[in-house]
């Protein structure tokens, strides 16, 4: 190519295919959200249905799914499922395949963040339990979905910009993030073959219930306020283009990578 432009040849005209794909087309598409019950979960649920896809609500608490599912009013599976369990994953796995005869996209949503604190507050067993849920969860469903995945797929979990600019006192939080990243650029390599395409989507601060405290505490709120880029907390709104585009067609050469939305927290 360097070539040819020295010697003054024109370069081959890129051919511009007839059609293109639409990011965030996902309608039809059979898809698993953990997580589902508040938060984050229950409005990327919402953006898949309202966007034609059937999905499965899975997280602990059954009557908040419940819920949720009769306002979706779309074709939802509810799915009460502990995700820190490798059983209630494969559980979750079958019965959207024993319902829809098929998975395409698979969501590890559920987090916790129950500590604020350095290595004096974070036990082991609390240190134990936002590992199980936070990475060993999200194992355990990617695992689980890709056993049942026949025509390729998409697989997504939830990081955190945390992943790569920890804060003060959330230490298992942070590493449980960081472990997910590694742990997707892996899978993606271990499943490209079946066609199962890996990533996660990282989000900065979001107001949700998850960061109510922080939100409400003036000092850590303007500290974060005054790492953002943007000078805001992200809307809800803001976050699910992501998941949307990494389901769709137009996401198909994307794999083992991570999309931050973050208003620039993690630049700042
Ligand atoms: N909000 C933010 O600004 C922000 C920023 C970065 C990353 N994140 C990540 O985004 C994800 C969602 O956060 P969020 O803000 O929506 O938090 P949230 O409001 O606290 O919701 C957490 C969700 O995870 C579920 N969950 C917790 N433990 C579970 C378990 N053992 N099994 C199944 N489900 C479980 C909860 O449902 P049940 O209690 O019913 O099980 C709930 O649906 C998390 O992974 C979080 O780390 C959030």
Same mark, same amino acid.
């Given at each position: 190519?360097?070539?040819?432009?020295?010697?003054?040849?024109?370069?081959?005209?890129?051919?511009?295919?007839?059609?293109?794909?639409?990011?965030? &087309?996902? &309608?039809?598409?059979?898809?698993?959200?953990?997580?589902?019950?508040? $938060?984050? @979960?229950?409005?990327?649920?919402? #953006? !898949?249905?309202?966007?034609?896809?059937?999905?499965?609500?899975?997280?602990?608490?059954?009557?908040?799914? *419940?819920?949720?599912?009769?306002?979706?009013?779309?074709?939802?599976?509810?799915?009460?499922?502990?995700?820190?369990?490798? *059983?209630?994953?494969?559980?979750?796995?079958?019965?959207?395949?024993? *319902?829809? @005869? $098929?998975?395409?996209?698979?969501?590890?949503?559920? $987090?916790?963040?129950?500590?604020?604190?350095?290595?004096?507050?974070?036990?082991?067993?609390?240190?134990?339990?936002?590992?199980?849920?936070?990475?060993? @969860?999200?194992?355990?469903?990617?695992?689980?979905?890709?056993?049942?995945?026949?025509?390729?797929?998409?697989?997504?979990?939830?990081?955190?910009?945390? &992943?790569?600019?920890?804060?003060?006192?959330?230490? &298992?939080?942070?590493?449980?993030?960081?472990?997910?990243?590694?742990?997707?650029?892996?899978?993606?390599?271990?499943? #490209?073959?079946?066609?199962?395409?890996?990533?996660?989507?990282?989000? @900065?601060?979001?107001?949700?219930?998850?960061?109510?405290?922080?939100?409400?505490?003036?000092?850590?709120?303007?500290?974060?306020?005054?790492?953002? #880029?943007?000078?805001?907390?992200?809307?809800?709104?803001?976050?699910?283009?992501?998941?949307? !585009?990494?389901? %769709?067609?137009?996401?198909? !050469?994307?794999?083992?990578?991570?999309?931050?939305?973050? $208003?620039?927290?993690?630049? %700042?």
């Amino acid at each position: 190519m360097v070539h040819d432009q020295i010697a003054g040849e024109a370069p081959r005209p890129i051919v511009v295919p007839r059609v293109l794909p639409l990011p965030g &087309a996902v &309608a039809g598409k059979r898809v698993v959200v953990t997580g589902a019950s508040r $938060g984050l @979960g229950v409005v990327i649920s919402t #953006a !898949f249905a309202r966007a034609g896809a059937r999905v499965a609500l899975a997280a602990r608490n059954g009557a908040a799914l *419940e819920l949720l599912a009769a306002e979706l009013g779309s074709e939802t599976l509810v799915v009460p499922t502990d995700c820190s369990l490798p *059983e209630d994953n494969e559980r979750l796995a079958q019965t959207v395949i024993a *319902e829809w @005869g $098929g998975l395409d996209v698979w969501i590890s949503n559920a $987090g916790i963040s129950p500590v604020l604190g350095g290595p004096a507050r974070t036990t082991p067993d609390l240190w134990r339990q936002v590992i199980d849920v936070n990475l060993s @969860g999200a194992y355990y469903g990617a695992r689980a979905a890709a056993a049942v995945m026949t025509d390729g797929g998409r697989i997504m979990v939830t990081a955190s910009v945390l &992943a790569d600019r920890p804060r003060k006192g959330l230490v &298992a939080y942070s590493a449980s993030k960081a472990g997910i990243v590694a742990m997707v650029k892996a899978l993606a390599l271990d499943l #490209a073959d079946d066609g199962i395409l890996v990533n996660a989507v990282a989000p @900065g601060w979001f107001d949700s219930p998850l960061t109510e405290a922080w939100q409400a505490n003036e000092r850590l709120g303007e500290s974060i306020l005054g790492h953002t #880029a943007l000078h805001r907390w992200g809307s809800v709104d803001e976050l699910v283009g992501a998941y949307l !585009f990494l389901a %769709s067609s137009a996401a198909s !050469f994307i794999t083992g990578t991570v999309i931050t939305v973050d $208003g620039g927290y993690a630049i %700042s």
